[in-house]
């Protein structure tokens, strides 16, 4: 007997994009979290005097390390991605001092989004916190460089399915069955390209099985793309990107001159109707 190897087109999700200019909202922050709008884009959400500081600090970090998750680029922090939480809090424990040096005598944007949003949960009975477990506890973000060139310097991917089969031992996995949402902060950006690519699919575990990411979400095939209808947010530095990371999305390729992209990401989402959690 044969089995169909062709899989149905991708199911088109609508998509909700809310746009602002120089002021945060924690509200619209909600609403992300809460799957009642796909997308933020806050531009000059942070001074590029700020934006510039943090990216001298990431460029001469001593907790810079290079990329080995298949993605070119170089990373300052912790991440989850194909680790058990021993090693992924153990890792967030080295890192927390070379994360924190990166807004060194700054006021750190991430850090105020954090807290002014933990304010505002508190006031309708919800608790937002670090993931943590026995082993230690998740750092506010992460920051990442990218050097990759072509089509896209990150492929697309989704966020869901790395947080699903990320283990028991992760409390952070619960967060699977609700929004998992994919904070981005940029201090850098190039003069073309870089930019965040959203497409209207939000993928199921069984479109996953079709394209082979069933466990890590990554990456999906231009072919499996095709014809789906996708939006490319031009990202500037010192602007915030948020976006419901269910939904397949990438990097667009760059420029090879001028400035390197630099993200701070973090990921947030309900664990339960009480609590949020926030990792990298």
Known sequence: METNQVSQAPATSPVAIRERTGSISTADIISVLKGEITALHIRQAFSTEIAEEITANFSGSPGLKERKDGVPGQYVGASHYRKDAATYFAEAETARPY????????????????????????????????????????????????????????????????????????????????????????????????????????PTVTDRKSQGVETTGYPYSAAYLEGVPCRDFQLRAGDIGLIDGGFVHGVTGQSGNGKRRLVLNSFFGFARPDLVLWWT
């Not at 973000?141 to 310097?153: E, I, K, N, P, V």
């Not at 989704?158 to 609700?178: I, K, M, P």
């Not at 998992?180 to 930019?195: D, H, I, K, R």
Request: one cysteine or more.
């Open 99 to 202: 994360v924190d040096a990166l807004f060194e005598n700054l006021v750190d944007p991430v850090r105020a989004l954090f807290d002014a949003l933990k304010r505002d949960l508190r006031k309708q009975g919800i608790e937002l916190r670090l993931a943590r477990s026995e082993h230690g506890q998740a750092n506010v973000c992460r920051a990442l460089s990218w050097s990759g060139s072509g089509t896209f310097s990150l492929d697309p991917h989704d966020d869901v399915a790395q947080v699903l089969c990320a283990g028991n031992d992760y409390e952070l996995s619960a967060v699977a069955h609700n929004t998992v949402a994919a904070l981005n902060f940029y201090p850098s950006m190039p003069e073309e390209g870089g930019n965040l690519r959203l497409w209207s699919h939000k």
